[in-house]
């Protein structure tokens, strides 16, 4: 007996924004049914479902119980499960639609960003044994108390990529508004170019810096379970991107993307004491509340006193500057200062830093373009600086035509 | 130890068809939670949040799967309860949202007409424990694949009246747009008086002859498990009707009210041979046939054959007028007629069957206003006549003037 091959797809909310969308969606999931494959098919809500809840629950509350938020949000998914299976059954197909609970998605208890512990399979293999396309709702699970949960963002993706680990599937496909993974942002570089294949690591560093077209979460547990992902847009039919399907041994040492992130904000605290462990000490208070580092530097003066640097978002300095401001003042530092108009710009390729000199050649690239480097991170598959705000895009420009 | 009191609530679409009106019921609850009650609140779904998924629905499917609409218009109430919870809990309450499948209402497999076989009460006690107000999502439940199934026509107020049996509640109220159970249609006759007390049964005749504020079913079962079911409207706070919280020994030959029904035809069929069960035959095969029949008259003629006449709604008659006929030639009757301009006028009372002389009363009152009478039924507690539709509006006004 040949096995079928199974593959797991998930839609986006605008890839189901109306009925109309619905329906070409219940076709190209027919298609792929047609040709022999047992089809699990992960959908968000549609279009503006869950904008339009949140208008009405803001008008009730303004800092409602996450749980009723999840009660709330769920039934988004679950109309859209209910519309795409009847637009395929109206297709003369047979299908079926599952919520997160009817499947156990099960979650831990963290109402708004849960985290799936386990998905239990035995419901979907009956339906697929039936010969139908099973239809299950992304972003949502249940916890041990049956109560709903939400994955927060970048959930259906999650759901997408846990499914297909879950399940064993042969393949699993993403599908948006957004035809792949680029060069760079095409908005900014318009010798932009679509990525054929970029390995779990690349992608995450892209995705991070602001790719925005599949949440590093999902790429993550990809990673983990070993689940290549295909990128594609579901307006048209064109190759997408590969994500985590290659071995790049051959092609180590070229560039894959640049990335440029404006939500950065640079805080350097002034004559921090030299004494052991006090760079720890700020930097577990800031952890502890909830605000994310993102690059650090720290300088030794003179006068046995460090000036202390790093950037964090824009939502992390809104709601955090109280606790920094507590922090410089617990640890004995000086002055603070606090600078928005900073980006940063990113290189990013597999094995890239073993390359001699590819360090070098942004830097100089960025001095032809009398661009001033403040802050150098890199990792082993990327390299960052932070430059002033109004440069990135000239940056970015510079970098692409060099580099690519 | 003193048990508080458990109060079992249901609200209507119309009473929840904005965020406004939420908050108002939301007072509403926490002003019967202070005064010492526990508080189960049963929802429908939002205004006209059940004809907006239809409307999709209909884009997608012309004969959708039971199974997948029940799926879509589960979410309606989830949307209610969710927002009526966080309502509550803005007011500094506490409240918890459980869905049909969350509590656990177990129905059979009917879907889009389930009927509730079991309730779990496990959950709802264990959130009544905590002080908190319970939201429940009504017309749902589960069946036993922990599919979601609806429970058609009636439903909330049926889950509401389940729930108060299954819970052993103290009082059962439902809350609509409307504030009781009138004498007769108020749009028909200005003098229509709001009935203050009201039996099952009174209330059953009347409910199934067009006084649509509580279903039948709901009645049905309210009798079945002798619930005290108090009728009011959710925009103001005047007294409303009670249905079968009294003993009506004292009063049992007044008319309690005046119905009509203009959604009925009469078939009649001629030249039926008369053989023995011959109509057995005929109201058999449409009852299979899932026509419903009403009013039913023999009459034996000369030459050994009948005329049969019944009465169906219009409905009916759409969907079934080719089994009717199929149905006249398989008995080898003759002709048939269907008149639609029909209408039932009806006058309801307990026990007023056994009041000598209300029939003739009846009668005679309709005679004086030269209203002929196609069709005479009577039970224990109510006589119909069969009239031209457009006599109907009068008979009901002369009814109510002369009897009531």
Known sequence: MIEMPLIVQKYGGTSISDTVRIKKIADRIINKYNKGNKMVVVVSAMGDTTDRLIKLMNELSSNPD???????????????????????????YKAVSLTGSQVRIETDDRH??????????????????E??????????????????????????????VALAASLGADRCEIYSDVDGIYTTDPRVVSEAQ???????????EL?????????????????????ELFIGSSFNNQAGTTVGGINRMEKRNNVTGVTHDKDEVKISIEQVPDQPGIAGKLFSYLAECGINVDMIIQNLQHNNKNDI??????????????HILAAVEVIGAG??????????????????????????????????????????????????????????????????????
Request: proline share 2%; with cysteine.
């Open 66 to 92: 996450p749980r009723e938020v999840d009660m709330l949000l769920t039934t988004g998914e679950q109309v859209s499960i209910a519309l795409l299976s009847m637009a395929v059954q109206a297709k003369g």
């Open 194 to 204: 679509k990525i054929d294949n970029i390995s779990y690591d690349e992608m995450l």
């Open 309 to 322: 640097t790093f950037t964090i978002n824009h939502e992390d300095l809104k709601k955090g500057k109280e």
């Open 112 to 129: 708004n960003k849960a985290e799936i512990m386990n998905i239990n399979n035995s419901r979907i293999f009956e339906e697929l044994e």
């Open 335 to 404: 002055n603070m200062e606090v600078d928005t108009a900073v980006a940063k710009v990113s290189i990013v390729g597999a094995g890239m830093i073993s390359t001699p000199g590819i360090a070098a050649r942004m830097f100089s690239i960025l001095g032809q373009e009398k661009i001033n480097i403040q802050m150098i991170t890199t990792s082993d598959i990327k390299i960052s600086c932070l430059i002033r705000e109004e440069e990135a895009d000239r940056a970015v420009q510079a970098l692409h035509h060099e580099l690519l």
């Open 207 to 227: 995705a991070s810096l602001g790719a925005k077209v599949l949440h590093p979460r999902s790429v993550e547990l990809a990673k983990a379970y070993s689940i």
């Open 131 to 160: 010969d139908k396309i099973v239809v299950i709702a992304g972003f949502q699970g249940i916890n041990s108390r049956n109560d709903f949960t939400t994955l927060g963002r970048g959930g259906s993706d999650t759901t997408a």
